[in-house]
């Protein structure tokens, strides 16, 4: 691709950051409706209890309180809180087992009964007057525990609390017979880290019944039209009665991919018949919402004396919590990480998902991809130290190459993992670095590499159906209206971006319209990396559409013929004789206002159904110091090489890489969800105690776009966002590795940790 473009990769300014940097931006705390009351949940305090009695009477009788709701009064109908479900190709692995409001606690934080009062104090007051008679059951807070024979038992259908026992739905070729093969065999058992997003603002909803008994719905939803149909089925309502409106995003990373406090929210505004808003405290948002899931997993890597890769195996033990929600599919791509990266003719993989009386999980940026690849890589590092190879030299031995299959099993369109890992080797110093003295007193010091590949979406295992429409204003500007809930990686402003560069008009020419399904096409809603790729070419279908339009009445003024007219900066001009031109303002206006009956509002709708699914690249190398008598880890240096196929926006890309950088740092070095072993309580309740990286933990940063156009993508872009943290952390825990010898299999590396590994 070597066509000149003019607005597509130019860092322009992101959509709507002079709302956001003067503070004008309108949140959903921020927002209030006439008559509104103010929701809180009534959390129960026990791991695993049966609800014998609830007396509500006393806080009904509080001045103020206008509703109390229980498990009595919401729909007895299980859900599955993931959405997934519904777009499915195969939906049978995805469980219901969830209900609004339960008369059984699962998990310390489960939901019990939820108060509508006149204020926050109010309803917080009606919640202690609510009296609960529990009969505490005996509950089990470890996975291993949950699966032996006579453990308590969360849900009647889980034998033994397993959820589902699975093999990886794609493999191929024979894993004993490929390690059979091999020279060397590398086996470990990792255990990851469950971390929570803890996005700057907290869970939030509204919700209201209007007198023309549509139901209206307040939340930063990843999917709209999705959350639309689940409160739908939950509450028998038909989709066309709900309106679901989403509003700024203060932050998600697959935190709003599942339903959260927007059934209850609902049920109370039924109950009340008033506008209710439920706002959860910082507390209430960490232990009442989804972490990442905990993986307990063997990797297993054979390979050849030349460094081949012969077969590569995971089993994995996922700790999914009190109910279903994500583990199937977040571990299905866990595998297809693990076992899709590398050239490779034998793979197998299985997984348990079992139950246990502790907070249920859902999806985390990286989606299970993250922890398979990170497993992944640290056993290529140590298969490289025990074949006397340079990691760098193994990994660029069996890297895919264009045509061979990616995790999805769809064969790759471009690949250049090879030439990412030579620039990127070349700019960090990697001989020189690797070669060099690693001690000073009692600093260590190591380099490590990470690679990753992950997905523009989830072709083919789900439906990705995208749309947009297109219309032009009498002067020349246009209204690009789409569903994409722009959770801060400037999904709109990038859109926006490829509408003017396929129009011929300027960024500052397109007034986005979105975040409300009554006004907006639907759309599968925003995951697994495919906002831009598939979008994208849904706003290029719309474009070409309303382009083909305006040429038509253009050619009428001009006199010439379409095909011989182009768009260029607002003005329509002839090929041949650019001087002979056309405002588009004109033309659409004369569309609009035509007095010889031709009447038109120039405009397109396209819809796109990707086939492709082209895998973003990253490939990170990492510096660290690790103080080898305090256990210490201090990141010096992090370069992110990364292929997004074209940056629309270069700045916003990078930002998404940066960004990805820090989140990185948490999940390896510090963050970690704790419940107590006793009790199941949360431990890390609050940002004390859970500890999250500030801008002065941030190590220098250098990141480099290593674009290479892909075919099928809007403009040749591909995705970026969500995997973007892939590849960081392994290259964090390989240049651990490098430094002091100690291989990180228990996340995060704490300094305790680092210490028990050098003894």
């Known amino acids: 691709m070597t066509e000149k473009l003019s607005v597509v990769g130019k860092r322009v300014p992101r959509w709507r950051a002079h709302d956001k940097a003067t503070g004008t931006a309108k949140f959903l705390a921020d927002t209030k409706l006439p008559g509104m009351l103010e929701g809180k949940i009534l959390f129960s305090p026990h791991a695993h209890a049966k609800i014998l009695k ?39 692995l995805e469980f219901k087992d969830t209900y609004v409001l339960s008369e059984k606690a699962r998990f310390v934080g489960d939901r019990i009964a939820a108060v509508a009062a006149v204020d926050a104090a109010t309803a917080q007051e009606a919640l202690e007057l609510i009296e609960v008679e529990y009969e505490v059951l005996p509950a089990v807070f470890d996975p291993m525990e949950a699966m032996k024979p006579g453990a308590p038992k969360l849900h009647d259908f889980a034998e033994n609390n397993i959820s589902v026992h699975f093999d990886f739905p794609v493999a191929w070729g024979d894993a004993e017979a490929g390690f059979q093969e091999a020279d060397i065999v590398v086996e470990e058992t990792f255990r990851t880290a469950k971390n929570h997003i803890c996005q700057f603002e907290p869970c939030t909803c509204m919700a209201d019944f209007g007198a023309d008994g549509r139901l209206r719905i307040w939340s930063p939803s990843q999917h709209a039209f999705l959350h639309r149909r689940k409160i739908a089925e939950i509450f028998d309502m038909p989709e066309g009665m709900i309106q679901w409106i989403t509003p700024h995003v203060g932050g998600a990373f697959g935190k709003y991919g599942s339903l959260s406090i927007e059934p209850v929210c609902v049920a109370l505004a039924k109950k009340a018949g008033r506008p209710i808003k439920l706002e959860l405290s910082r507390e209430e948002d960490l232990f009442a919402t989804e972490p990442r899931q905990r993986y307990v997993s063997t990797g297993k890597i054979g390979l050849k004396k030349d460094g081949t890769i012969t077969a590569l195996q995971e089993k994995i033990i996922v700790d999914g919590g009190a109910y279903y929600t994500h583990n199937f599919s977040t571990t299905a791509v866990n595998m297809g990480g693990f076992l899709g990266l590398y050239r490779c003719p034998n793979v197998a993989a299985e997984a348990t998902c079992v139950y246990s009386n502790v907070h249920p999980t859902g999806g985390v940026r990286g989606y299970g991809n993250h922890e398979g690849t990170c497993m992944l890589e640290q056993l290529v590092d140590k298969a490289a130290d025990k074949l006397g190879m340079d990691p760098l030299d193994l990994r660029l031995k069996n890297a895919k190459k264009a045509g061979d299959p990616s995790s999805t099993g769809i064969p790759m369109e471009t690949c250049s993992f090879e030439e990412m890992i030579k620039l990127g080797a070349e700019k960090i110093g990697w001989k020189e670095k690797r070669a060099r003295k690693k001690e000073d007193g009692p600093k260590r010091y190591g380099i490590g590499i990470g690679i990753a590949m992950d997905v523009s979406g989830a072709q083919p295992f789900n439906i990705q159906h995208r749309n947009a429409f297109i219309k032009f204003n009498e002067d020349g500007s246009v209204n690009l209206l789409l569903n994409a809930a722009d959770l801060g990686q400037n999904i709109i402003g990038a859109m926006a971006q490829i509408a003017a560069e396929t129009l011929g008009l300027n960024y500052e020419d397109i007034h986005v319209v979105t975040g409300d399904t009554d006004s907006t096409l639907y759309d599968i809603g925003q995951h697994a990396s495919g906002g831009c790729y598939q979008i994208g070419n849904a706003v290029i279908n719309a474009a070409e559409k309303a382009k083909k339009q305006l040429l038509e009445r253009a050619a009428k003024k001009l006199e010439a013929a379409p095909e011989d007219l182009e768009v260029r900066e607002g003005h329509v001009y002839v090929i ?33 159904s990707p086939v492709q699914n082209p895998p973003p690249l990253s490939a990170v190398f990492t510096e660290v110091e690790v103080d080898i008598e305090t256990g210490e880890v201090k990141v010096l240096k992090i370069l992110y090489v990364a292929d997004p196929g074209r940056a629309i926006n270069p700045a916003t890309v990078e930002g998404q890489l940066e960004g990805a950088i820090a989140q990185s740092l948490g999940y390896v070095l510090t963050e970690e969800y704790v419940s107590n072993r006793e009790t199941g309580a949360l431990e890390s309740d609050n940002l004390n105690t859970y500890k999250v990286p500030s801008t002065l933990d941030m190590p220098e940063t250098e990141v480099v776009l290593y674009e290479e156009p892909v075919p099928s993508g809007p403009f040749g872009a591909k995705g970026i966002a969500q995997g973007a943290m892939i590849a960081v952390t392994p290259s964090i825990a390989n240049a651990i590795y490098d430094a002091v010898g100690v291989f990180v299999t228990d996340m995060p590396a704490t300094a305790e940790r680092i210490l028990e590994g050098l003894k």
């Open 54 to 92: 609830i007396d509500t009477s006393k806080a009904e009788k509080l001045p103020g309180v206008e509703a109390v709701i229980t498990w009595e009064d919401v729909p007895n109908k299980l859900f599955n809180p993931n959405k997934l479900d519904l777009i499915l190709v195969h939906p049978e």
């Open 576 to 608: 041949s004789d650019p001087e002979k031109t056309i405002s588009v303002g004109d033309v659409s206006r004369e569309a609009m206002y035509n007095f010889e009956g031709e009447h038109l509002n120039i405009s397109g709708q396209g819809s796109f």
